[in-house]
């Protein structure tokens, strides 16, 4: 063991589940618990501000900033992967939608061979952690440390359009997606309180950082995990331009996230032999899962001319953006305190299936002037216009994340093979069919204008596939690359998230998702970090 201070749990990362698990495994003081983030503190007016993450989704110092390599799916381009860098993690500059995936995701994590990981084992982490605006129920929590606001009645007026719309084609509406069914249209759920973002940092951190036996390091950047023989022993990590030493006397606990969590494992030697070989590692462990299996819903979007005002008048002129940035201030309310993802659904669009495989959204805001993949959602267009988009929630195709050196500050490979898989992209081909059956019933008839992109001339399915191909891409949900389950030559962890074949290690994020869940994933993590606390403190 290095030279150092000692503490009994390491966590490696302050993101969704990290900061979870840095209040749980503290809210004992005989515990002590050292929290590093490689980011700055979160106490930043953009952070706060709900449509804030507009901004944050370019800030490199809150932000990792990823490029992927070349899709071949996506004919050769490549994508845009912000990923939190902060207190918070990703839960500080996401867009606060608050799902929590169908109950067969969860059965299937157990059919797996991930026992304690179906639905109804983790439905109680679910509401222990919410606190649901409107109390709690069988499905529902009330006084978690998160909250989950119902800001319907908030909402641009033209939501009510595109609710309409989904009942015209025969889809329910659904008053609350995250509780008994998630099937249906409806209006999305944030992690909002009083106006400002909820992320985890606020939610769990900000409580537990008065006691004495939580440390939160910021701006540490570590470089690599220690380990004596099989057993992780400490982490060496890059704090103020020097290079520190810290020691686990029980566990450390890696949730960097699904980009970091493989990258910090495979540069501490633990990974698949070729990778760590080619990048000049020497090998502690073979895990040949490492860094493999990723996952990541993709997104495609049609941008709408109406006529009626949305968003776009409001935020579009510099008085506007003035007006709602003073209201904002003064009283925590207006579009600036919400997503810009404001009504939406899961549906089916064919029979057979046995849960939907397409996520819809409805953006009172258009940015047809922006650079494909850029969100300028505080200077939208000028003119009136909305947008609706799809997702796939059913991911077949598989990515990988590797390092391509030992240098810990040079970013992995990131290879997210999107749509290589022919369900996909009939998926999709089929989501945005729906679109325009959508767009062609008569409550958005009523305000819609034209179609702007793609635009009617697309119209085959040969056509429809190529526009997919040309400008679909990530909807920011990436998971899978130390995944959860028995076989130590597949997966990563066991599902006790223990790494397979070592000892005093655990990975608690994302990337321990069986399989990807179907809608917005920080939910979820933020239930893994939960039922993670739990596992490591049966353990004493």
Known sequence: MKHGLSYDYIIIGAGSAGC???????????????LLEAGPSDKRFYVQMPIGYGKTFYQSKVNWMYTSQANLGLNGRTSYWPRGKTLGGSSSINAMVYVRGHQHDFDDWERAGN??????????????????????????????????????AKLHPLCKQFVAAGQALGFDYNADMNGENQEGVGYYQLTTHQGQRMSAARAYLKPARHRPNLTVICNASVARIVFSGK?????????????????????????AGA???????????????????????????ESPAVGQHLQDHIGHSYFYRSSQATLNQQLHPWWGKLWQGVRY?????????????????FVHTRKGLDRPNIQLYFSPLSYTKAPLGERPMMN?????????????????????????SNDPRKPPAIEPNYLTHKDEVQDLLEGVKLIRKLA????????????????????????????IRNNADTVFHPCGTCRMGPDPLDNVVDSEL?????????VVDASIFPNVVCGNINATTIMVGEKAADLILSDL
Not at 20 to 34: E, F, I, P, Y
């Open 498 to 506: 223990k790494v397979h074949g070592l000892q005093g290690l655990r």
């Open 440 to 467: 062609g019933t008569s409550p958005l008839q009523a305000i819609t204008l034209d179609e702007m992109r793609p635009g009617v001339e697309c119209n085959t399915d040969a056509q429809l596939i190529e526009d």
């Open 329 to 345: 201030v003064l009283t925590r309310g207006g579009p600036l305190s919400l997503s810009i993802n404001q009504a939406g659904g």
């Open 231 to 255: 057993r992780a022993v400490g982490v060496e990590y890059r704090h103020q331009h020097k290079i520190h030493y810290a020691n686990a006397t029980k566990e450390i606990i890696l949730s």
């Open 115 to 152: 026992s304690g990981w179906s639905y109804d084992d983790v439905l109680p982490y679910f509401k222990r952690m919410e606190s649901w605006q409107h109390g709690g129920n069988e499905f529902r929590g009330g006084d978690g440390p998160l909250n989950v606001s119902d800001v319907s």
């Open 20 to 34: 979870v698990l840095a209040n749980r495994l503290s809210a004992d003081a005989s515990r002590s618990v050292l």
């Open 259 to 285: 980009v970091n969590s493989p990258q910090l494992l495979q540069l501490s030697g633990v990974g698949p032999s070729q990778i760590l070989q080619k990048a000049g590692v020497e090998q502690v462990h």
């Open 380 to 404: 939208p267009d000028p003119f009136p216009a909305y947008v609706l988009g799809v997702s796939n929630c059913r991911v077949r195709s598989e990515g990988e994340i590797n390092i391509t």
